[in-house]
Structure formats: C-alpha cells, structure tokens
C-alpha cells in the first residue's frame, strides 16, 4: 500500500474525521450550543475536506482504481459543510452552500486532469472557473454574515486554491518533499478557514451559544 496513503489514513483517525456511511455533520443545535462544539464540529469538516482532496489527487495522479470512491466521499463532505450551516441559515442556504462547493470538487477533477495529462489550454480554463467558483463562495459568505468579509473570504479561498494546486503539481512532479510539506500548510490553513466560520458565526448568535 503506498506510504503516504497509510499516513493519510492515520491522520484521519487522529483528527476523529467520519469515514463511515458519509454520515452527516451534527448539526442538531436547537436553543443553545457550545461555541467548543461547533468548533470541533467545523474543523473536523475542514479537515475531511483536505484529507480526502489529498486522498483523490493520490489516486487519480497514479491512475488507481479508488479515484472515484475518494471523489464521492469527498463530494459528500460539501454535503455535510452545508448541513452544518442549518441551524443558522436555513436549508436553503445549506443546499446553496453544498452547491457551491461541489463545483469546487468537481472543478478541482477537471484541474487534476488537466495537469495530469499536461493540457494547459483545459488547465487555465478550469482553473477560470475554479476561481470564479471562489467568488462566488465568498460573495455567498459575506451575504449571510457581516463578520465574513467577502475580500477577507476570497483572499483565504484563494489561498486554498493555490495550496491546492501546488499539492497536485508537488505529486505529479513526483517532488515528494514539497508533496508532504504543501500538505502541512493545507491542513493548518484549512483548521484556519474552519475557525474564521466558527467565529462569525459565534459573533452573529451570541445568545445562541454557551462555552
């Protein structure tokens, strides 16, 4: 079994991240909730989200057989991160969410291909749209809450692509430190990103939440 999916699997089960069933987010919050809760609650998605992006760019790179499963498995983590935004937003957003961050993932397919056959004329134009996809992520964000800047937001969704996308080229280069080492900053950059939701949405409902 390749090393680096080992150690993949390790940190997933060291981060407590659901692997089973696709189940979804707790997002149950009624009354009130522990600000610790939803913190743990959100970085544990953020961390899914990395984690299985890793995992998929692995699989696809190497052209293995488990590239769609990693795929689906992540598809369903946008899932869960729109359901975790529920409680205070509504369904509707939650679905807007979700919607907005399958584009992501499937976007990010598309790029992976693209880089992995070498087509830079396929590889600009998805990574167009991914940007776009950005925006729009951000512009959505800001509506909802006013302590999700949307400069602020895109400028951290910006950095996640670019991460991203030195991930992918580290492994298709077969550049296996700088593979390992992106993914250091992903992780802690994804924890950040899973935070700044945390927050604004601790600010926006502060009755709604205990310690």
């Known amino acids: 079994m390749n090393r680096t999916i080992v150690l993949i699997s390790l940190l ?18 009624s009354a009130s909730s522990s600000r610790d809760a939803l913190s743990r609650d959100m970085r544990e998605l953020w961390a899914d989200h990395v984690i299985w992006t890793r995992q998929y760019i692995i ?7 488990d590239a769609k499963a990693a795929a689906d498995r992540l598809l369903a ?24 961050l399958r584009d ?8 992976v291909g693209a880089a992995r056959a070498g087509n830079q004329v396929n590889f600009q134009a998805a990574d167009g749209r991914w940007s776009a996809n950005a925006a729009d992520i951000a512009a959505f964000l800001s509506s909802a ?4 800047p949307r400069g602020a937001v895109q400028a951290m969704l910006n950095e996640h692509l670019a991460l991203t996308k030195k991930e992918a080229t580290a492994r ?19 924890l950040m990103m899973a935070d700044t ?3 604004g949405i601790v600010k926006q409902f502060p009755s709604r939440f205990t310690r």
């Open 12 to 29: 997933a089960v060291i981060m407590g991240c659901r692997t089973a069933d696709y189940p979804a987010a707790s997002s149950s919050t």
């Open 59 to 65: 699989a696809a790179v190497n052209d293995q057989p």
């Open 77 to 100: 983590n946008q899932d869960q991160i729109g359901e975790a935004i529920v409680p205070y937003y509504g369904a509707d957003a939650g679905r807007r969410l979700a919607g907005l």
């Open 104 to 111: 992501h993932i499937l976007i990010a397919v598309d790029l």
């Open 145 to 148: 809450n006013p302590h999700w």
């Open 172 to 190: 298709i280069e077969k550049d296996w430190a700088a593979d390992v080492a992106t993914f250091d900053q992903i992780l802690h950059q994804a």
């Open 197 to 199: 939701l945390t927050d």
